[in-house]
Every structure is written in structure tokens, then in C-alpha cells.
């Protein structure tokens, strides 16, 4: 069974900083892959970054990265120049065989102006 | 694409009434999952399918929950009948099958007094 741990439940970061979204997760696949959602207020689901396991390179797209730990089954998010756009709710969740996400509990991000 | 549309956007209903949300997943998406998200137990999987056939319905919580795909371009989540406890938004999403990210709807927030 998949499991997806997020420990902080509220971040805040000063706008046009970087801040970084920590979440661990369990699964006993070798195949599998790790996602971080967006979830402004309007309460659509975005899809921010995709990581497959077998990669060692760390995903980037734009402002955003992560910093995948395999043997520590860690993967953080990095926000860089944070907006004010960027405030939302952030999922870690993780993809495996069994082809269904299990997200977690989320931590939500304040930006400051 | 208009990605995926789910109707209504907001449900008011009675305890003991029958609610239908609908979903219509993106044109070509092979799988089609349903979530409901709520601020105690946050996304919880309830069902998916793939190429219309449901696959794994363990997250369903009660016989009073159905989903249905009749069609690749349409899927029901119906509960029957309704209970406060139900009180959530509920998310479609799809995605081409496999191990790729999804596409959310926009949800919709169902309220059962």
C-alpha cells in the first residue's frame, strides 16, 4: 500500500523568495511515480510537477522544482520567486501499479507581499 | 478541450434524497476516477474505471454510493440516499490510463441538511 506524508500543514513565504514543500512517502513498488497538485481557491486541481521514479534528474518546470530522495523516500517542492499567485493549497501524491494516487494531506502556502 | 466538466458546481439537497453528479472526462482519457475531498480525511479515492469498466471500487464507502460509465465520454456518482455526513466536494478526474497525471474537474460541492 501507498502512503503519502505531508508534516507541515501551513507555510508562509515572503513574495519573490523560495520556499520548499517537504512530504515522504511509502510504497513498495519499484515503479512508481510522484506528483505535486496545486489547489488555488477557486478549488481546481493542478497538476505543478511530475516525477518518475526511475529518473534520477530532478523534474523542473519553470519556477518549480523537486528534490527527489529516492532512498529516503523524500520529495520536496521547490518554489522559486514566489507570487502571489503561487498562495494555494499543495498535494504531494504518489502513482503506482495498482494505478490509483493517493494524495496527502496537503500544506498550504501564504505569500506575503 | 474544454477538460473536464462536472455538473452541478454546487448541490444543496435533503437528508434521504437521491443526488446524481456527472462527469465528462477529456476525449481520449481511457480512465476516469472519482474523489471526494473533505477537511477531515482529505482526497479519498471512492472508485475508478478504465476504458469504462469499473476496476477498483473499494473506496466507496457504503451501498448507498454507485458510479456508472455507460460511455467513454460520461460517468454518474449517485448517492442514495443522501446523508449529512455526505457533505464534500466531489472530484472527477481522467487521464490516458496508465501512470500519468490527471486532469481534475471542477468539482462539486454537494451539502446535505
Known amino acids: 500500500a501507498q502512503t503519502v506524508t505531508q508534516s507541515q500543514p501551513e507555510m508562509s513565504v515572503q513574495e519573490a523568495e523560495t520556499v520548499t514543500l517537504s512530504c515522504t512517502y511509502d510504497?513498495?513498488?519499484?515503479?512508481?511515480?510522484l506528483f505535486w497538485y496545486k489547489q488555488p481557491p477557486s478549488r481546481q486541481m493542478i497538476l505543478v510537477i511530475r516525477?518518475?521514479?526511475?529518473?534520477?534528474q530532478n523534474a523542473t518546470e519553470n519556477r518549480f522544482s523537486v528534490n527527489f530522495q529516492k532512498a529516503a523516500k523524500s520529495f520536496s517542492l521547490k518554489i522559486s520567486d514566489s507570487q502571489l499567485g503561487d498562495a494555494a493549497m499543495y498535494f504531494c501524491?504518489?502513482?503506482?501499479?495498482?494505478?490509483?494516487?493517493?494524495f496527502g494531506a496537503g500544506t498550504r502556502l501564504f505569500v506575503k507581499a | 478541450d474544454a477538460g473536464v466538466i462536472q455538473s452541478p458546481r454546487h448541490e444543496v439537497t435533503e437528508m434521504g434524497q437521491e443526488v446524481t453528479l456527472r462527469c465528462k472526462p477529456i476525449?481520449?482519457?481511457?480512465?476516469l476516477f472519482w474523489y471526494r475531498q473533505t477537511m477531515m480525511r482529505g482526497l479519498e479515492l471512492l472508485i475508478y474505471?478504465?476504458?469504462?469498466?469499473?476496476?477498483?471500487d473499494s473506496g466507496m464507502p457504503e451501498d448507498r454510493f454507485s458510479a456508472k460509465m455507460p460511455n467513454a465520454s460520461f460517468s454518474t456518482l449517485k448517492i442514495q440516499p443522501s446523508e449529512p455526513r455526505d457533505s464534500a466536494v466531489y472530484f472527477c478526474?481522467?487521464?490516458?490510463?496508465?501512470?500519468?497525471?490527471?486532469?481534475f474537474g471542477s468539482g462539486t460541492r454537494l451539502t446535505v441538511v
Open positions: 516525477q518518475e521514479a526511475y529518473k534520477q
Open positions: 476525449s481520449g482519457h481511457n480512465s
Open positions: 510504497t513498495s513498488e519499484s515503479d512508481y511515480y
Open positions: 474505471f478504465n476504458n469504462n469498466v469499473p476496476i477498483d
Open positions: 478526474a481522467s487521464n490516458p490510463s496508465g501512470l500519468y497525471g490527471y486532469t
Open positions: 501524491a504518489s502513482l503506482d501499479r495498482s494505478f490509483k494516487t493517493i
